[in-house]
């Protein structure tokens, strides 16, 4: 078992992080202030070749896997959540292309993300179904002149990068509205400029803002056959693609524990109190050595996660690993976010300090691609089943 990076994955974490220090550091506060998308920071992934991470070299990518890019996401999430969501969104909407989609639609959507000439957004939840996603009600008809084609109309909500998309992937009923089966659920690649096709909504919300979130509205939208993600029914597509997804999201939960520690250690190191520094009591000490040990922690579940999507391991019997990675890492987030506003007292409070934005920011990663309850119910699943035992 070797616990170092390969030279190449050093290569990577080490370019990622001086661009994160020069380039996003000193823009995270104004980016989250201003609420506008940081298109500079997306010119500086493209010019750097950051945006196909993911993505096989076949199509334009770089070929560093789920594990690439999780490294980049903990780096660049030590200073913007926003920035780790705008990698994330590389991988996200073009998982179940990359899981089940055909050659032809790889090589014409792969390539325009890895080299930063489109954009793509994942369209799962509704205002009735979140965490229930077999409660969706965006339903898909046969359409009646094209042979395999379809219409759609239904609405989906929630969607992180709505404004900048040119596609999406999209969830639909295909069978019954009322039936909860997976195979009653298809995938489709839908352009965003094609008829029918509203983004009436941006929400206004509490963190991670710079990155708009919002609805899609879908009115007798016509979807061709070439648009369907594998076979029509493949509902299993979207599962796969979250559970691939584990690993990008807890890495956005470590970069910003990290970051919110690493800031609140020096606040305390020079700050005076009672005749010395804050960070020479004992409990102040122990509340940095207790989050930094579930830090590292994380980072071991997170790793290990991304190793195993990397080789194809995210079905059924590998979730309560990928699922222990998300919502442990997450859950650290929230709690060193609080810790370091804690360890700055009042100044932590204020927009003086980026304390009070990880603050704010870790909260949607416990929410995000599968609540941390979710997360609980699949490892619980997972032991009852014995696809985590240990004997």
């Known amino acids: 078992m070797d616990f170092a990076l390969s030279d190449e994955l050093l290569a990577l974490q080490s370019t990622v992080r001086r661009l994160a220090q020069d380039k996003i550091k000193p823009r995270a506060r104004e980016i989250d202030l201003s609420g506008e998308y940081p298109q500079d920071i997306f010119d500086a992934f493209r ?17 560093a896997g789920i594990f690439g890019l999780t490294l980049a996401i903990e780096e660049v999430t030590k200073y913007s959540n926003v920035i780790g969501l705008m990698l994330l969104l590389t991988r996200l909407p073009t998982g179940p ?12 959507y792969l390539p325009a993300i890895a080299n930063g000439t489109q954009r793509a957004a994942f369209g799962l939840s509704e205002p009735g179904a979140g965490s229930d996603v077999a409660g969706m009600q965006t339903r898909a008809t046969p359409d009646p002149d094209v042979e395999g084609g379809w219409i759609l109309n239904g609405t989906k909500c929630w969607i992180s990068g709505v404004s900048q998309a040119d596609w999406f992937t999209v969830f639909a009923k295909t069978g019954e509205p009322s039936s909860r089966l997976h195979d009653s659920i298809t995938a489709f690649i839908v352009d965003a400029d094609t008829p029918g096709v509203t983004r009436p909504r941006v929400d206004a919300k509490m963190g991670v803002k710079g990155i708009d979130t919002g609805e899609i509205h879908f009115e007798n939208v016509h979807v061709g056959p070439q648009n369907v993600i ?55 000490q122990w509340e940095i050595a207790k989050c930094a040990t579930e830090i590292e922690a994380a980072r071991l579940l997170t790793y290990r996660s991304a190793w195993l999507a990397d080789q194809g391991k995210y079905t059924k019997e590998y979730v309560p690993q990928l699922s222990m990675a998300k919502y442990y890492a997450t859950e650290v987030a929230v709690k060193a976010s609080g810790l ?34 979710v997360q609980l119910g699949l490892i619980g699943k997972g032991v009852l089943g014995h696809d985590l035992w240990w004997d």
């Not at 524990?257 to 606040?267: Q, S």
């Not at 804690?342 to 603050?359: F, N, R, S």
């Open 47 to 63: 010019d750097a070749d950051l945006l196909g991470l993911c993505i096989p070299e076949e199509y334009g990518g770089s070929g």
């Open 97 to 108: 292309l990359m899981i089940a989609g055909n050659e032809e639609q790889k090589l014409r």
């Open 230 to 284: 594998g076979a029509v029914g493949g509902f299993r597509v979207a599962m796969l693609g979250l559970n691939a997804m584990r690993p990008i999201v807890a890495a956005r939960g470590i970069g910003l524990a990290e970051g919110a520690l690493m800031y609140a250690t020096e606040y305390v190191k020079n700050r005076p109190a009672f005749g010395k520094t804050i960070a020479e009591f004992q409990g102040i």
């Open 340 to 373: 370091a506003v804690q360890l700055l007292g009042a100044a932590g409070y204020m927009e003086e300090h980026p304390t009070e934005q990880w603050y704010r920011d870790a909260r949607q990663l416990t929410i995000v691609e599968g609540t941390s309850q």
